[in-house]
């Protein structure tokens, strides 16, 4: 079993920055890619950024250039810093983690609990 706990959210005005941070708990060995998501009011779940075990990046168009993803594999956490924040950023983000699929690996796939962006205009 892996725990996510994401912390970082609040309150800021358009144009401002806020660093996300995802803490990864128990059995870690076995995750591969990581990813936050984030769900906007009446609006569908949406993938904002990913990051692979070996590094590879991929974000939402209306986040690429203005996010970044990271992750430290040796302390289990996974970070977004977002920057020139705008109200449509506005929603609660969700740190996701998916496992290996091996001989050794369950592939499950883990939630953290959320945290409330909310960019004011």
């Known amino acids: 079993q892996v725990q996510l706990v994401e912390s970082g959210g609040g309150l800021v005005q358009a144009g401002g920055s806020l660093r996300l941070s995802c803490a990864a708990s128990g059995d870690t060995g076995c995750i591969s890619d990581m990813r936050w998501y984030r769900q906007a009011p009446g609006k569908e779940r949406e993938l904002v950024a990913g990051i692979r075990d070996g590094g590879a990046r991929n974000y939402a168009d209306s986040v690429n250039g203005r996010f970044t993803i990271s992750r430290d594999n040796a302390k289990n956490t996974l970070t977004l810093r977002m920057n020139s924040l705008k109200p449509e950023d506005t929603a609660v983000y969700s740190c996701?983690?998916?496992?290996?699929?091996?001989?050794?690996?369950?592939?499950?796939?883990?939630w953290g609990q959320g945290t409330q962006v909310t960019v004011s205009s």
């Open positions: 996701n983690a998916q496992e290996r699929h091996d001989w050794a690996c369950t592939g499950w796939e883990y």
